[in-house]
């Protein structure tokens, strides 16, 4: 089983909000990934980490922004949160480059009011 | 057209029914994932696969890299499967990285 968590599971805040979504793996991966899902929708990549201090924007444009200071923890933030950033938020690692398997903790699902 | 797609996108079966998803790609991939997410939300990879076939349980997974098409396959399911089914196809990126294109998914449900 992946080691890999995401908190919190559930969040529903107001607009306007500052927010943190956390993500942190034990298994000392350096590559990580942050994934947006609207419901019944496919996964779209916002962001992605070579490593400690690099950070890279994915496919889809996102507002928000992450860091990478430490391997194990890729954190996202929303500086002022509104209802069109509702959607669920997966986080994946992977330690190899080549395409190996992903893990992807259990997500956070977001809704804004 | 997206790259990477799945049928059917829903599927309702009888416990015991032998299943099948299909994934087709116009990606040039070396391998192909699939995923399988639960009601919660959380996302449980199930087989990484370049050439032939895998399986693990009942779940049984082929690959045609040259016709660009992947099949999973769910033998005697159980209501336990009812989950969205995901594709995944990994291309190469910047830097030698890989990123993924997924499938947009196939909802299952299995009806004791």
């Known amino acids: 089983e992946a080691d890999i968590y995401q908190t919190p599971r559930y969040l529903v805040i107001g607009t306007g909000k500052k927010i943190t979504l956390e993500c942190s793996q034990t298994?000392?991966?350096?590559?990580m990934y942050w994934y947006q899902q609207d419901p019944g929708m496919e996964l779209h990549l916002i962001h992605y980490?070579?490593?400690?201090?690099?950070?890279e924007k994915g496919d889809l444009s996102s507002e928000s922004t992450v860091s990478r200071i430490r391997t194990e923890h890729f954190p996202l933030t929303l500086e002022s949160a509104r209802p069109s950033h509702t959607s669920q938020y997966l986080c994946?690692?992977?330690?190899?480059?080549?395409?190996?398997?992903?893990?992807f903790g259990p997500g956070t699902r977001l809704t804004v009011l | 057209k997206n790259e990477v797609e799945q049928s059917p996108q829903n599927l309702t079966a009888q416990e015991g029914e032998f299943i099948t998803i299909n994934c087709s790609y116009s990606?040039?991939?070396?391998?192909l994932h699939w995923l399988q997410q639960h009601p919660g939300g959380g996302i449980v990879s199930l087989f990484m696969l370049s050439s032939g076939k895998k399986k693990h349980g009942r779940l049984i997974a082929t690959i045609n890299i040259q016709e660009k098409h992947s099949s999973l396959h769910i033998t005697a399911s159980h209501p336990r499967d009812s989950a969205v089914y995901i594709c995944a196809a990994p291309r190469g990126w910047a830097s030698g990285t890989y990123k993924y294109i997924f499938g947009t998914g196939t909802r299952l449900k299995v009806l004791a």
């Open positions: 980490s070579y490593g400690v201090n690099s950070t």
């Open positions: 994946a690692s992977s330690d190899r480059d080549g395409p190996d398997t992903q893990y």
């Open positions: 298994m000392g991966h350096d590559k």
């Open positions: 990606v040039g991939i070396s391998a």
